[in-house]
């Protein structure tokens, strides 16, 4: 006997909008990329949902258009989340706090605006329209066809047998063994409405507990083991300690060792560590505040209340102790109030450089460019010692277009600072979208022939270079579980800032030890003391 097409095809439909509903709320990471799979999780939203259609249907309840509508915005909201949840640790190395980076969309989008064409702006807009649309045009599909299908006493009874077995293997796997999927998945992951009730819980406690900041550390000192020279604080973007991962470190290898040589040629000596960083794969600017303050800062409120305190910082000390401070700030194009925080004289933000060259990444300039514009612009300045915060920007992520070195520094004031070919090289190295690494060490290891030519060109100039990574660059090249450790690096000709170092826990030449320091904000005084006044 043959069942007519026309009395399963709502069955059918009813199979289809469950499975497409369940993989909307349910989808995995596909680690290290942006792009989702469903593994054969069960939601126990949509169990519950089923229940609440199947019950509306058996009191003879009908359910309005109006509800559908607005239980499939609920569900796009579930679906947002749950893709934020899920792909945030992969690319970012953290979860996500809406309280925190929330705040930080707007900054994001008007760099993206600032760098890429209008019609690229435009057409982006436009496509995540289409897909927001279409993705609630499939949910409200969806749940109107579980809906009408309930309407039928056979297959209310069978869709909620399903809904209920599914909460109890939910409720099971909360007090129980966890159930997992034939690939190793977990069969009922967590409940997107977790994941938002975590985040409410986040806002009510960052608004509600009063936050109080421990003391500044002392930094009395007239730093007499660097008077006279330059001090240059360098924090390299993205410079972690997975760049000494055995998958990272052969291919960092010869950057490292030429490095090494422009040290060596220039008749100085290098101290290394590691330090464990407040962020992870972005949020430079905690990492920053948090060295020159001595205040550990792991999140941005604390970043604000800091800046409305009266504090010392290590630029302030340095200008007591007659230095003239300078921000070098390539990736600056906006209001920066920290600067007033911190206490520099100057500061050198995208305008003042006036970069006319090639453009690369997402802030333009590049970090050779920045230095040699720097020497330029404080050519004619008083012959005051320099103490300089650096932070660079040609490690941003997502690494690619790397710019080429240029041996020739003199070149890099000039409109076309590279030749032909270089530069069709460079701008023919697009971002893999699917494996960082290569990009990843292409940007560290033009810093690293940055700094060393900088070195070259100044051998003559007693100097003190401070290298310190800001955070590890995003799970996607540091990889899951990574630590947040990054290493730091002293470069002098002083033997005796070397040597204090060493009694404080660095190891001499570029390898770090595999023990941490601590904390960044730890390093403030191992620093104040290696430059300071003692025996």
């Given amino acids: 006997m043959t069942v007519p097409f026309g009395r399963v095809r709502p069955w059918i439909a009813a199979a289809v909008a469950v499975l497409l509903l369940d993989a ?15 593994t054969g999780a069960i939601s126990i939203e949509l169990a519950v949902v089923v229940l609440a259609l199947a019950l509306s249907h058996a009191l003879n309840r009908s359910v309005s258009r109006a509800a559908l509508w607005w239980l499939s915005a609920l569900w796009m909201l579930l679906t947002i989340g749950r893709y934020a949840e899920v792909t945030a640790p992969a690319l970012y190395g953290r979860d996500v706090n809406l309280y925190w980076d929330a705040r930080f969309i707007p900054d994001v ?97 960052a608004v509600a507990k009063p936050k109080t900041l421990p003391p500044s550390p002392a930094m009395p000192s007239a730093f007499a083991r660097v008077r006279g020279a330059d001090v240059f604080l360098v924090f390299i973007e993205s410079y972690g300690a997975i760049s000494y991962a055995p998958r990272l470190a052969a291919d960092l290898a010869p950057a490292r060792a030429q490095l090494q040589a422009d040290i060596d040629a220039t008749g100085r000596l290098i101290a290394s560590a590691l330090v464990r960083s407040p962020t992870f794969g972005g949020s430079s600017w905690l990492a920053h505040i948090t060295l020159l303050s001595g205040i550990e800062v792991r999140e941005p409120d604390t970043n604000a209340l800091l800046m409305t305190q009266h504090r010392d910082t290590l630029v302030k000390a340095f200008s007591r102790a007659g230095f003239r401070t300078v921000g070098l700030m390539p990736g600056l194009r906006q209001r920066w109030p920290e600067g007033a925080f911190y206490g520099f004289d100057e500061i050198y933000g995208a305008d003042a450089l006036a970069y006319r060259g090639p ?19 404080e050519a004619k300045r008083t012959a005051q ?32 600072p590279y030749d032909g070919p270089s530069i069709v090289r460079a701008y023919a190295r697009q971002p893999d979208w699917v494996n960082f690494v290569p990009g990843y060490v292409e940007a560290i290891s033009y810093d690293f022939a940055v700094l060393g030519g900088y070195l070259r060109r100044h051998a003559d100039r007693d100097l003190v270079m401070i290298l310190i990574g800001d955070h590890q660059p995003p799970a996607a090249v540091s990889g899951p579980g990574a630590g947040w450790d990054v290493p730091v690096h002293v470069i002098a000709s002083r033997r005796p800032i070397l040597d204090r170092l060493i009694a404080r826990g660095f190891r001499a030449g570029l390898q ?19 430059f300071g006044d003692g025996p």
């Fill in 109 to 205: 989008a008007a760099m993206v605006i600032r760098v890429a064409p209008l019609w690229m702006v435009i057409g982006a807009v436009a496509a995540a329209a289409v897909v927001l649309w279409l993705v609630h045009f499939i949910v409200r599909w969806s749940f109107a066809r579980i809906n009408d299908v309930t309407a039928s006493p056979p297959a209310r009874r069978l869709l909620s047998v399903l809904a209920i077995a599914a909460v109890a293997g939910f409720v099971i796997g909360r007090f129980g063994s966890r159930a997992e999927t034939k690939s190793g998945h977990v069969l009922f992951p967590q409940p997107v409405v977790e994941t938002y009730a975590h985040q409410l819980t986040l806002v009510v406690r």
């Fill in 359 to 377: 453009e690369f990444g997402w802030f333009a300039i590049p970090d050779q460019f920045a230095l040699a514009r720097f020497d330029e612009l």
């Fill in 512 to 530: 770090p030890d595999t023990m941490t320091l601590g904390s960044m904000h730890e390093l403030l005084p191992i620093l104040v003391d290696a």
């Fill in 385 to 416: 010692p320099r103490f300089v915060m650096f932070p660079t920007i040609s490690t941003h992520f997502p690494f690619r277009p790397t710019p080429p070195y240029q041996p020739d520094w003199t070149r890099m004031m000039l409109e076309k």
């Fill in 24 to 38: 909307a709320v349910t989808f995995e990471n596909v680690w290290p990329t942006p792009a989702v799979r469903w």
